[in-house]
T-cell receptor
Framework: GQNIDQPTEMTATEGAIVQINCTYQ??????LFWYQQHAGEAPTFLSY??LDGLEEKGRFSSFLSRSKGYSYLLLKELQMKDSASYLCAVMDSNYQLIWGAGTKLIIKP | IAGITQAPTSQILAAGRRMTLRCTQDMRHNAMYWYRQDLGLGLRLIHYSNTAGTTGKGEVPDGYSVSRANTDDFPLTLASAVPSQTSVYFCASSPAAGTDTQYFGPGTRLTVL
């Protein structure tokens, strides 16, 4: 079966750095997406990785290792507005997105 | 408007009733999707459409139907609602099917009693 695993909840301090991990087992791989979802709102796109390595976009970076079936999202200089759920999703061989349950990130002052 | 709109925002429905959730996008995206989101689970694909006039089944299609008569609209119909269909429903679109980024509507919160 297809499976995406990510921690259910994480807590971090304002101004700090946090890394959210995602491991996956899917039938085929056509890229990995990270989305941010604030409570009661729609998911919004953060990043897309299809090749191994690190993609940096401002305070957010995403890393992919295809051989290990592993990705992480790195958030730097945390702000209170970063409190949200972070969703990892893998596009499988049928070009359908398989979603993890999301990691709820709580930022404390 | 710019983006994707969904209607209604929320709805309480009696079991056995028929319900259509509406989704409209003005980005001229070819591909559209319907997901449901339940607590503790990832988003699950219900149906999708790669282009106007075509539809396909996702992971959890039973009890749902869709149509794609034109590029902009992608309604989702529950023919006879059951309590297990209580969920938050998101419509999404992407420029093309495949690896293009999907953009989500604001969601419809549906409760079936």
């Amino acid at each position: 079966g297809q499976n995406i695993d990510q921690p259910t909840e994480m807590t971090a301090t304002e101004g700090a750095i946090v890394q959210i991990n995602c491991t996956y087992q899917t039938s085929g791989f056509n890229g990995l997406f990270w989305y941010q979802q604030h409570a009661g709102e729609a998911p919004t796109f953060l990043s897309y990785n299809v090749l191994d390595g690190l993609e940096e976009k401002g305070r957010f970076s995403s890393f992919l290792s295809r051989s290990k079936g592993y990705s992480y999202l790195l958030l730097k200089e945390l702000q209170m507005k970063d409190s949200a759920s972070y969703l990892c999703a893998v596009m499988d061989s049928n070009y359908q997105l398989i979603w993890g349950a999301g990691t709820k990130l709580i930022i404390k002052p | 408007i710019a983006g994707i709109t969904q209607a209604p925002t929320s709805q309480i429905l009696a079991a056995g009733r028929r319900m259509t959730l509406r989704c409209t996008q003005d980005m001229r995206h070819n591909a559209m999707y319907w997901y449901r989101q339940d607590l503790g689970l990832g988003l699950r694909l219900i149906h999708y459409s790669n282009t106007a006039g075509t539809t396909g089944k996702g992971e959890v299609p039973d009890g749902y139907s869709v149509s794609r008569a034109n590029t902009d609209d992608f309604p989702l119909t529950l023919a006879s609602a059951v309590p297990s269909q209580t969920s938050v429903y998101f419509c999404a679109s992407s420029p093309a099917a495949g690896t293009d980024t999907q953009y989500f509507g604001p969601g419809t919160r549906l409760t079936v009693l």
